[in-house]
């Protein structure tokens, strides 16, 4: 992987061109071109492999070696040789012992250093192969522009999925029009993105109606995250389906019987396949089998029964959510039993085929509210 970056995607292909200076260019599945530029001088580097790196007296990989350095030991870079033995770029560089000697930065698509604290430091996984991104700033905010019409719908999968595997997700969330038909997770400044575009969220989702595709996207993007894909060389095919497989057991998980789980699946038909892209039908499989794989989650009876310790009552589900009430006040949990609204009003409705219901909120008014935190007063 290139010197500041770090690049997971579900298709991913890294080129390299190397000059005097060294250029990393990346084109992900033509979505995001990535075209940064490392010069090797003085600078803080960091070993990145997660096999030891050799400090060597020259600028060979036959020259005796100085000093093993690890993941995450940091060298301090004097200047760079531009002397390629099978490919590589050497760095004539200091540890904090005092050593000087040579390491290796480029050997084929592995790096063995980058640059300590570079803003340029990507992980990016992108859902298509449609849409550009340019990144060209040190500054998300500068990136993209972002719009704010789906983002509530998207964090409520998210808190969903945080919900069934047990883990509070650090993601920042962002809408973008900047993305043609695209998902795409990127971590930037070491913090986690998910990043989409409106039209791909109306393509594959209407969410008052069938919501499932999207859990499917965001389960595939957040095993990337939570399986730290970011942190190793680069992915390939096989970690692109291992999230394949991990979106499948967060279908199983939010209720889908078989015939839902094709219904949820069918809107990858629609998207081209890449180099490092598993073709849709493999990936489609590795969905299946993580669908196969996972046992049977609680029925809506068992949750009401498991939650009565927790509420005063549970009511039926109907539409997908379920009344609560403590302490006299009534809130919502949905399907999987996750608490979308805490008990806080004085009276609640069910949820309609629409996804709406009418709650009386403490100043005694009646409001309309969706399952995504949109309230709208009655008049």
């Excluded at 973008?176 to 997770?185: A, E, G, I, R, T």
Aim: net charge neutral; with cysteine.
């Amino acid at each position: 992987m290139p010197s500041g970056f770090l690049v997971c995607l579900c298709c991913c292909n890294p080129c390299y061109n190397m000059l005097n200076k060294l250029y990393f260019t990346f084109v992900i599945c033509g979505c995001l071109s990535l075209i940064p530029e490392m010069q090797a001088q003085a600078n803080d580097y960091e070993v990145v492999t997660d096999q030891f790196l050799r400090l060597r007296s020259k600028p060979s990989t036959a020259a005796a070696a100085l000093d093993t350095l690890y993941l995450g030991d940091i060298v301090s870079g004097l200047d760079s040789v531009n002397q390629y033995e099978k490919k590589m770029l050497w760095l004539r560089c200091r540890t904090k012992e005092g050593k000087t000697g040579f390491a290796a930065i480029r050997s084929g698509s592995e790096i063995y250093l980058r640059k300590k604290n570079n803003w340029k430091d990507y992980f990016i996984c992108s859902y298509t192969m449609l849409g550009i991104l340019d990144v060209k700033s040190p500054e998300l905010n500068q990136l993209i522009t972002t719009s704010n019409e789906y983002t509530d719908e998207v964090k409520y999968v998210l808190r969903d999925i945080e919900h069934i595997i047990g883990i509070k997700l650090d993601l920042q969330i962002l809408e973008s029009p900047d993305l043609k038909d695209n998902c795409v997770s990127l971590r930037y400044h070491n913090q986690p993105y998910i990043i989409f575009s409106p039209k791909f969220f109306i393509q594959i989702s209407n969410l008052y109606r069938n919501p499932e595709p999207l859990y499917a996207v965001l389960g595939h993007e957040v095993a990337h995250h939570l399986k730290d894909d970011l942190r190793r060389e680069g992915v390939m095919v096989f970690d692109e389906m291992e999230a394949d497989y991990y979106s499948g057991k967060i279908l199983k998980n939010i209720g889908l019987d078989e015939k839902e789980l094709e219904i949820a699946i069918k809107f990858m038909d629609n998207y081209p396949e890449g180099k490092s892209h598993p073709p849709v039908t493999e990936r489609k499989r590795k969905v299946r089998q993580g669908w196969q794989d996972t046992p049977a989650p609680e029925s809506g009876k068992a949750i009401r029964t498991r939650l009565q310790k927790t509420y005063d009552n549970v009511s039926v589900y109907k539409n997908g959510f379920s009344i609560v009430k403590r302490d006299g006040l009534y809130g919502y949990i949905n399907q999987i039993g996750r608490e979308v609204f805490s008990p806080q009003f004085l009276e609640a409705r069910e949820f309609d085929d629409n996804k709406v219901a009418k709650v009386k909120k403490s100043d005694g008014q009646w409001y309309t509210v969706t399952p995504y935190g949109k309230f709208e007063k009655i008049n």
